[in-house]
């Protein structure tokens, strides 16, 4: 999901006085990290594991995301890790 997320579009709002609902406080600030960096972190995460299993990997055909995800199971495989991707069960 953090993937996705990287790639939604979001708009600044520059505000310096809060909203009044608000009560006064300020606004959340959110660090959205690129997809580069997500994957990047899948990679450092996915250190030392042997077999990594893709469920529901519909997702993963979005064409702006594929080069991502491809480069982390490249790099994954290179490592001497498993790649097994789950067929859906019949309902």
Known sequence: MLLLDSHAV??????TDPEPWCG????AVYHHRSA???C???DRDLDGVDVL????HEWMTDASLAPHLDRVVTHFRARGGRVEI????EA
């Open 10 to 15: 979001s708009a600044a709002v520059d505000r």
């Open 24 to 27: 006064g406080e300020p606004e």
């Open 36 to 38: 580069d960096e997500i």
């Open 40 to 42: 990047e972190q899948i």
């Open 53 to 56: 299993r893709l469920a529901d």
């Open 86 to 89: 789950a067929v859906p069960a």
